[in-house]
Nanobody, 118 residues
Framework: QVQLVESGGGLVHPGGSLRLSCAAS????????MGWYRQAPGRQRELVAD???????NYADSAKGRFTISRDSAKNTVYLQMNSLKPEDTAVYYC????????????WGKGTRVTVSS
């Protein structure tokens, strides 16, 4: 069974840092991309950042300059280093993986909560 396991969320003060991790396990193959979305209370889920199998990265404007996405292909793991966190970064962060050679399949994690508050 393919699954994603996220970790690293928590409570942090404004200006602080967190590192999220997401590991894919099971019969997963031909990973196309991995990344992070977030959903704040009362708002739609939005892309934070993603990274393709070739290492191409894409960031939301709100994440540029503060967040860094990276991956360990050998471990099927993606990381999100978040620095200079702001209260508006408070949300549940969801990891996703797009995989499959001929047919794309998407898998989502259960989410990890990030709270930025003084």
């Amino acid at each position: 069974q393919v699954q994603l396991v996220e970790s690293g969320g928590g409570l942090v003060h404004p200006g602080g840092s967190l590192r999220l991790s997401c590991a894919a396990s099971g019969n997963i193959f031909s990973i196309r991309a991995m990344g992070w979305y977030r959903q704040a209370p009362g708002r739609q889920r939005e892309l934070v950042a993603d990274i393709t199998s070739r290492g191409t990265t894409n960031y939301a404007d709100s994440a540029k300059g503060r967040f860094t996405i990276s991956r360990d292909s050998a471990k099927n793991t993606v990381y999100l280093q978040m620095n200079s966190l702001k209260p508006e970064d408070t949300a549940v962060y969801y990891c996703y993986v797009a995989y499959g050679a001929a047919v794309r399949m998407d898998l989502w994690g259960k989410g990890t909560r990030v709270t930025v508050s003084s």
